[in-house]
């Protein structure tokens, strides 16, 4: 059985945001975020995605932009674990 591009986006999304909570309560020994912006920044650009995903049609919907959702997910959650381990 084959996973859909949205199914793996729901895994990145969980997996970034439980892994950046362990890293900064067991390595960063510090508090996660308290700003709701930046502790759920992946899920709020996974419901970002959703959003344009059913309101672009279907003709104009293309692969990459699963992939450049993916990889901003990645990077927001490494960047506000980067910001809080050095500032």
Do not use: R
């Amino acid at each position: 059985m084959k996973l859909s591009n949205y199914a793996k986006l729901c895994i990145l999304t969980v997996i970034c945001m439980l892994g950046s909570a362990v890293v900064f309560k067991n390595i960063l020994h510090i508090p996660p975020p308290p700003s709701l912006i930046i502790s759920y920044g992946p899920a709020e650009i996974f419901i970002v995605y959703i959003f344009l995903k059913y309101s672009i049609k279907e003709s104009d919907w293309k692969p990459l932009y699963d992939l450049a959702c993916g990889m901003t997910i990645t990077f927001v959650t490494l960047a506000t674990i980067i910001l809080y381990a050095f500032f």
